[in-house]
């Protein structure tokens, strides 16, 4: 199994930035990214980055978030520009064997699905307020 540990959550002001921290066992899915879960809504995906280096950024944070893995420390760090109310999440790192483009669309209760069978590794989660 992967092992991720989140770090860097906290709060920022719309129009602020914020960076988060994931720190992964190893590398052996297809895709490492982001996914965040409002108040009151289901699971979305964020960022990702896939096995060949290749980011993928769902629309709605494309052009202020920025992903970047660091294969040398096994860490994944999400930098978050240009903050809206909106971006209030928890943010969770996660590592799924399906490509990035098809691990970040997916809706809620395939992510179930994915989890029961071992295809999606979590981490624990990571407070994200703007305020």
């Known amino acids: 199994d992967v092992q991720l540990v989140e770090s860097g959550g906290g709060s920022a002001q719309p129009g602020g930035s914020l960076t988060l921290s994931c720190t992964y066992s190893?590398?052996?899915?297809?895709?490492i990214g982001w996914i965040r879960q409002a108040p009151g809504k289901e699971r979305e995906g964020v960022a990702g980055?896939?096995?060949?280096?290749?980011?993928v950024y769902v629309d709605d944070v494309k052009g202020r978030f920025t992903i970047s893995r660091h294969d040398a420390g096994n860490t994944l760090d999400l930098q978050m520009m240009s903050m809206k109310l909106e971006d209030t999440a928890v943010y969770t790192c996660?590592?799924?064997?399906?490509?990035?483009?098809?691990?970040?669309?997916?809706?809620?209760?395939?992510?179930?699905?994915?989890?029961?069978?071992?295809?999606?590794?979590w981490g624990q989660g990571t407070q994200v307020t703007v305020s």
């Open positions: 980055v896939d096995h060949d280096g290749t980011p």
């Open positions: 190893e590398f052996s899915t297809s895709c």
């Open positions: 996660a590592a799924g064997r399906a490509s990035c483009q098809d691990f970040l669309s997916a809706t809620a209760t395939e992510l179930q699905t994915f989890t029961r069978m071992q295809y999606v590794f």
